[in-house]
């Protein structure tokens, strides 16, 4: 998507037309992917943008729905474009309560988001919550924002009796280099799943 500068939209005053604005909603959660449908979403997006002031709250209360669908992937990720931080409770609530997927994207969208607090969410996503789903998306979140700052956070995680959380927890810390190479090679030699024990070895230097 775009623009590159997201932050260039957090204060306008353009006034849009209600019913234009309705038709880019609808146009950016078109499912269709060919190559003129993406440039329409594009534009769709970019007519969000430019009267943001009117379309982020009626994106944020299309994710405020009691029921969230993976219909609404294109609205979680089109968020940060706007970096307001209106956005970041509502990402956060999707990301511990909307189904894998949108869960998942909802991580992506924190780890894009230009402002500083969405990292803390993420952070509040691994460490606070008791949902699996969730702390796999914060930390791969985590693992795309690229912040080492967490990694204290990650090694608290990285024993997690989860597989799955523990698997996505070492793909953060072994992206961010948070574990040193001792560590590295006793995950490898010790852990109880294969698939994370081969994760290590691959993110052994030498190996990635």
Known sequence: MLPDDRTRNQEQSH?????????AIQCLL??????GNRRD?????????DHADDAHP?????????????YLTPVVMALPYFGRSESIPVLEKVMQTAS????LSAGEALAQHPLPTAMNA??????????????????????TRGDQSCCPLLLKMIYHPDREVRYHVLQAAGQL??????????IADNDSEPVIRDLAIQLLPGNC
């Open 58 to 70: 009626k994106l944020l209360a299309l994710l405020e729905q009691v029921d969230t669908g993976t």
């Open 122 to 143: 993420l952070i509040r996503g691994l460490t606070q919550s008791h949902s699996n789903k969730t702390m796999i998306a914060a930390a791969d979140g985590l693992m």
């Open 41 to 49: 979403r594009d534009r769709a997006l970019q007519y969000l943008l």
């Open 177 to 186: 280099n948070c574990l040193s190479q001792q560590q590295l090679q006793s």
């Open 15 to 23: 006034k849009s037309d209600p019913a234009k604005l309705d038709t």
């Open 100 to 103: 894998e997927a949108l869960s």
């Open 30 to 35: 078109a499912p269709y992917g060919n190559s």
